[in-house]
């Protein structure tokens, strides 16, 4: 099992420009996270998604939209890239019946 | 909303025991969670509590009290490797799923 996996590990974009971070887990897990950690901070919650099919905003939604589209894969998408959103994100998963949540190595990301 | 308040940095000494606590404010939880978070690492979950009172794990432990809305993470036998932000966590009641972690304590062991 690779666990939960994001795709890519590094990236730096120019303002304006669009991209999308990639993540998947193979652990049958019916919930998914997305976090950003800036320096020295916690975790923060972008978006969610309990199930396959529905998502919800987190504590730091806006300039991000998500697609969870199918029970393994859960993207993280930013439409116009703004330097405040230069940071480390996270992917996580969750069984149902735990709280337990799996973490990707995270998508180091750099906004100029 | 959800508030969970943590020490911003802890040292302690080799081999000495270290408690990190978490403070909260919360509108109904299911449970107080920690994780381990090196440097240029993901988190990693240590322990769980979904009840009042304390579960241990190896040289890890961790209690919970939802009357005093108070959690704490003890680490005994410190080892260098235990150097790492550690992290408090809850996730929402009532049906739904969104999680809020606390600000995070950075633990520095001394020899």
């Known amino acids: 099992n690779a666990g939960v996996t994001q795709t890519p590990k590094f990236q730096v974009l120019k303002t304006g420009q669009s991209m999308t971070l990639q993540c998947a887990q193979d652990m049958n897990h019916n919930s998914m996270y997305w976090y950003r950690q800036d320096p020295g901070m916690g975790l923060r919650l972008i978006y969610y998604?309990?199930?396959?099919?529905?998502?919800d905003k987190g504590e730091v939604p806006n300039g991000y939209n998500v697609s969870r589209l199918n029970k393994r894969e859960f993207s993280l998408r930013l439409e116009s890239a703004a330097p405040s959103q230069t940071s480390v994100y996270f992917c996580a998963s969750r069984p149902l019946v735990s709280d337990e949540q799996f973490f990707g190595p995270g998508t180091r990301l750099t906004v100029l | 909303g959800q508030s969970l308040e943590q020490p911003s940095e802890v040292t302690a000494v080799e081999g000495a025991i270290v408690q990190i606590n978490c403070t909260y404010q919360?509108?109904?939880?299911?449970?107080l969670s920690w994780y381990q978070q090196h440097d240029g690492g993901a988190p990693t979950f240590l322990s769980y509590?979904?009840?009042?009172g304390l579960e241990e794990t190896g040289r890890f432990s961790s209690f919970l009290s939802r009357s005093d809305s108070y959690g704490y993470l003890l680490l005994q036998e410190l080892q260098m490797k235990d150097s790492a932000s550690y992290f408090c966590?809850?996730?929402?009641?009532?049906?739904?799923?969104?999680?809020?972690f606390g600000t995070g304590t950075k633990l520095q062991v001394i020899p």
């Open positions: 509590n979904g009840l009042d």
């Open positions: 919360t509108s109904g939880f299911y449970g």
């Open positions: 966590a809850v996730r929402d009641s009532g049906g739904y799923q969104k999680v809020t």
């Open positions: 998604s309990a199930s396959e099919g529905t998502t």
